[in-house]
C-alpha cells in the first residue's frame, strides 16, 4: 500500500495562500502599514475630500467588487474538505488510480447545495440536492458533480434552460423564491411526461432532507469505467449515508425557515466542529459492455435508475467529511466543478444530457469566475503542478519560465511533452459510432412512466401520504386550472389512486380521469401525454424507501433537554452522559438564556431560550425531570412555549422523554390525551426508561403515528 501523503499536499498549497492577521499591522494591499483608518483625508477638518486619498479609493473600489455572479443553478451551497478512503480495488474495472490502490486516500472537497433558490434562500425549500464532489488524484482533479436524487428532470441538453427558466422566479414578478410550487413550473411539467420520474423523486420527502449529511449521493449518469486492457465496463456511482437516509416532514421544513434558514449548513458546520464527521459509503453499479441491452430501458437515459435488485451496489470504499474551510468565498464560492474533469480509467457515456454538461460547465465560469484561468485559484488548483502552453488571461498566476509556449518544439527540448497511454496520458474510449446525422429521440427513450410507478410503488404508506401532500400542496398553488388538469393526467399513468386523490384536493373533476383512452384533458397536446401501459421490471425496490435505511444509531441526532430551575441534576447528568456515549448532541432550552440552578446546586447554561428556538429544530425532547422546574415552565409566562414546544415535536412524530415529576406537563400538552401505548413517548417510570428513550430517538420518527396526530404534513 501506498504511503499517500495526497491530502497533506493539498493542505501546503492552501496553507500557502492563508494569512493570519493575529499581531499583524493593518496594511494596504500594496503592504503599505496604515496610520488612520478612521478619516478620510480632506482639506481642513470640515473639508472636502480629497481624490488623491489612494487609500480610501483603494478600499473602497475594492469594496465595490466584492460581489461576483452567484451560479446560475445551485447558488445556495455549503462545503467542506475531506478524505475519500478506497476500501477495495476496482482495477478489475478502471485503471483509475484512486480507484485501484487498496487504502488509497485522495483529498476532497464537497459542495451541497439546493438548485432553484438565489444564494440566500433558505436551506429547506422542496428542492433537488447537489452533491459535487472534487477528488484532488495524483493523476489530476476528477469531478463527480452529481444530486441526491439517480434521475433526472429531462433527458437531453437542449431542454436544461427551458427547465431552469420555468422553476426560477417568474420574469415579470420575480415570484416565487426557491420554490417550484408556481405556474410556470407545473406548465413546463405538464407538458414533459419524461420529468414524471424524477417529480415522484422531488415530491417525496428526498427533497426536505434532515440534513445533508443524511442524503444519499448519485453520479445520475451512466459513465464508462476503463481497465488496463482496455476493456470498457459501464457504471453508476452511489454514497450512501452511515447515518441513514432521513427527511424532515414538509410542516417542519416550512418553519426550519423561518426559525433558522442556515438549518443545514449549521448542521455540516457544526458537526465537524464537533468531531463529528459525516461519512458515507461508496458504492458502484457495474454493468459489462456486452450488457448494455439488458434492461427494458436505455442506460444512457437519465431519468432512469438500474434497480438495486438487477444490479447491486458494490460498496468499496469510504467518503469522510473532516474540515470545515477557512473562508467561505474563496473555498465554497469559489470551487469550480466540471463533469468533464476526468482521470484515466474513467469517461463518459454518450448520455444527451451528460452531453450538454461537459460544455456547459467551463462556459459558466468564465462569466461567475471571469477569467479563464479559474483553475489557478487555490481550491481548484490540481495538487500535481500544471505543465502546458497556455499563456496569460486576465488574472494569470502562474510564472511559466523560458522562451516555449507551443509544440512540437525544439528550443525547450519537446516539453511538456506528451505522454503515452502506458504513461497516465488520457484517451478516450475508442467506441465506433456511425449513424445519420440527426436531431431526434431515441425510440428507447420513450417510456416516462415504468420507473415513476416503481418509486411510487416502493414507498411506505406515510411516504406515499407525504409524495401526495406534496403535489397537492404545490398544485394548489398554480393557477390555471387546465395546467392542474395536465399534471393529474400524468399522475393517472402512474398510479390512479394517487391521480384521484390529488384531482379531489386541486379542483380538478375526477370523472375526467376514467375517460376513454386513459385521462387525456380535450385540452391537451396529444403528444405531450403519451400512455405506456407498461409494468416496471421490478415491481418494488426497497433501496427507494427511506424507510428500510434507518440505522439502529442516535449518532450526530440534536436532542433538546427543557429545563427550569430546580431540575434533577442527577437525572438530567446520567441521560446526557448516555446519549453523549451514543454520539447525540445534547443542547439546553430553557425559559430565559439565564443560566439555570439545579437541585444541587450546579449550574447549566441554555444554548436557546423557549422563544429563540423551536422543536423543528431538534430530532427529540427530554423535559428534564424536577417539580420546581415543570412548575416553572408552567407558569403563566412559560406555558404557551412549553406545551407548544411539546406538541409541535409531538406533531411531527418525535420521541419525547418525560423526566420524573413533569406529570403536569405531559397532562397539560396533547401528548397526555393518549390512552395507549406511544413508542415515541417515554416516560421516566419503568428501569429502562432511558433506554427506551435512545430507541425511540433511533428510529428517527414514527411516522405511522402521524395521522392520529393530527399532523398537517
Ligand atoms: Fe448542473 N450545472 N447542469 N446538473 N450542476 C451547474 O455549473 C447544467 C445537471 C449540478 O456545487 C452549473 O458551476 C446543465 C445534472 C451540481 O458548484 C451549470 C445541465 C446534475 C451543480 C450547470 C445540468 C447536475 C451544478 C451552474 C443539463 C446531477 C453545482 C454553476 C444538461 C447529475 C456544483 C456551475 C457546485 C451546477 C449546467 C444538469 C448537478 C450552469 C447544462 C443532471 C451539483 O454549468
Request: aromatic share 8%; charged share 25%; net charge negative.
Amino acid at each position: 500500500m501506498e504511503n499517500n501523503n495526497l491530502s497533506d499536499d493539498k493542505m501546503e498549497q492552501l496553507d500557502l495562500f492563508k494569512t493570519d492577521n493575529s499581531e499583524q499591522a493593518l496594511t494596504t494591499n500594496q503592504g503599505l502599514k496604515i496610520s488612520n483608518n478612521q478619516d478620510t483625508l480632506k482639506s481642513g477638518e470640515r473639508g472636502p475630500s480629497l481624490l488623491e486619498d489612494f487609500i480610501l479609493r483603494e478600499k473602497i473600489t475594492h469594496f465595490d467588487h466584492e460581489r461576483i455572479p452567484e451560479r446560475i443553478v445551485h447558488a445556495r451551497g455549503s462545503g467542506a474538505h475531506g478524505v475519500f478512503t478506497l476500501n477495495k480495488s476496482l482495477a478489475k474495472y478502471t485503471k483509475a488510480k484512486f480507484l485501484s490502490e487498496e487504502g488509497k486516500e485522495t483529498p476532497v472537497f464537497v459542495r451541497f447545495s439546493t438548485v432553484a433558490g438565489s444564494a440566500g434562500s433558505t436551506d429547506l425549500a422542496r428542492d433537488v440536492r447537489g452533491f459535487a464532489i472534487k477528488f484532488y488524484t495524483d493523476e489530476g482533479n476528477y469531478d463527480l458533480v452529481g444530486n441526491n436524487i439517480p434521475v433526472f428532470f429531462i433527458q437531453d441538453a437542449i431542454k436544461f434552460p427551458d427547465l431552469i427558466h420555468a422553476v426560477k422566479p417568474e420574469p415579470d414578478n420575480q415570484i416565487p423564491q426557491a420554490a417550484s410550487a408556481h405556474d410556470t413550473f407545473w406548465d413546463f411539467i405538464s407538458l414533459m411526461p419524461e420529468s414524471m420520474h424524477m417529480i415522484m423523486w422531488i415530491m417525496s420527502d428526498r427533497a426536505i432532507p434532515r440534513s445533508y449529511r443524511m442524503m444519499e449521493g448519485f453520479g445520475v449518469h451512466t459513465f464508462k469505467f476503463i481497465n488496463d486492457e482496455g476493456k470498457m465496463h459501464f457504471v453508476k456511482f452511489h454514497f450512501k449515508p452511515k447515518l441513514g437516509v432521513h427527511s424532515v416532514a414538509w410542516d417542519e421544513a416550512t418553519k426550519i425557515s423561518g426559525k433558522d434558514p442556515d438549518f443545514h449548513r449549521r448542521d455540516l458546520w457544526e458537526a465537524i466542529e464537533n468531531g463529528i464527521f459525516p461519512e458515507w459509503d461508496f458504492g458502484v453499479q457495474i454493468v459489462p459492455e456486452e450488457d448494455e441491452d439488458r434492461f427494458d430501458f436505455d442506460l444512457l437515459d437519465p431519468t432512469k435508475l438500474i434497480p438495486e435488485e438487477e444490479v447491486p451496489v458494490e460498496i468499496v470504499g469510504t467518503l469522510t467529511l473532516n474540515r470545515n474551510p477557512d473562508n467561505f468565498f474563496a473555498e465554497t464560492e469559489q470551487i469550480a466543478f466540471h463533469p468533464g474533469n476526468l482521470v484515466p480509467g474513467i469517461d463518459f457515456s454518450n448520455d444527451p444530457l451528460l452531453q450538454g454538461r461537459l460544455f456547459s460547465y467551463t462556459d459558466t465560469q468564465l462569466s461567475r469566475l471571469g477569467s479563464p484561468n479559474f483553475h489557478e485559484i487555490p481550491i481548484n488548483k490540481s495538487v500535481k503542478t500544471v505543465h502546458n502552453n497556455q499563456r496569460d488571461g486576465q488574472m494569470r498566476q502562474q510564472i511559466a519560465k523560458g522562451k516555449v509556449s507551443y509544440e512540437p518544439n525544439s528550443i525547450g527540448g519537446g516539453c511538456p511533452f506528451q505522454s503515452m497511454m502506458k504513461d497516465g496520458g488520457f484517451a478516450s474510449h475508442q467506441e465506433r459510432v456511425e449513424g445519420p446525422k440527426i436531431r431526434a429521440r431515441s425510440q428507447s427513450f420513450v417510456d416516462h412512466y415504468s420507473q415513476a410507478k416503481l418509486f411510487y410503488n416502493s414507498q411506505s404508506d406515510p411516504e406515499k401520504r407525504h409524495l401526495q401532500n406534496a403535489i397537492i400542496f404545490e398544485l394548489s398553488k398554480v393557477t390555471i386550472p387546465a395546467i392542474r388538469e395536465r399534471v393529474v393526467a400524468q399522475l393517472n399513468f402512474i398510479n390512479k389512486d394517487l391521480a384521484a386523490n390529488v384531482a379531489k384536493k386541486v379542483g380538478v373533476e375526477v370523472t375526467k380521469l376514467s375517460q376513454p383512452n386513459g385521462s387525456i384533458p380535450a385540452d391537451a397536446d396529444p403528444k405531450s401525454l403519451q400512455s405506456s401501459e407498461k409494468e416496471p421490471s421490478t415491481q418494488k425496490s426497497d433501496a427507494l424507501s427511506m424507510q428500510n435505511t434507518i440505522k439502529d444509531s442516535i449518532e450526530s441526532r440534536v436532542i433538546g433537554f427543557i429545563m427550569e430551575d430546580g431540575v434533577k441534576a442527577a437525572e438530567v447528568d446520567a441521560l446526557k452522559s448516555k446519549l453523549e456515549a451514543s454520539g447525540a448532541i445534547v443542547q439546553i432550552i430553557a425559559a430565559s438564556l439565564s443560566p439555570v440552578t439545579a437541585d444541587d446546586g450546579s449550574k447549566y447554561t441554555p444554548k436557546h431560550s423557549l422563544t429563540s428556538t423551536a422543536s423543528v429544530c431538534f430530532d427529540a425532547l427530554y423535559i428534564a425531570g424536577g417539580k420546581k422546574s415543570a412548575e416553572i415552565l408552567l407558569n403563566i409566562e412559560n406555558k404557551p412555549g412549553t406545551i407548544h414546544f411539546v406538541n409541535e415535536a409531538y406533531k411531527h412524530c418525535k420521541a419525547i422523554y418525560f423526566g420524573n415529576e413533569t406529570d403536569e406537563i405531559y397532562k397539560a400538552s396533547n401528548v397526555g390525551s393518549k390512552s395507549h401505548d406511544d413508542p415515541a413517548i417515554v416516560r421516566a417510570e419503568g428501569e429502562n426508561s432511558d433506554e427506551s428513550f435512545i430507541k425511540a430517538v433511533a428510529n428517527h420518527r414514527i411516522w405511522e403515528l402521524e395521522l392520529e396526530r393530527n399532523n398537517p404534513a
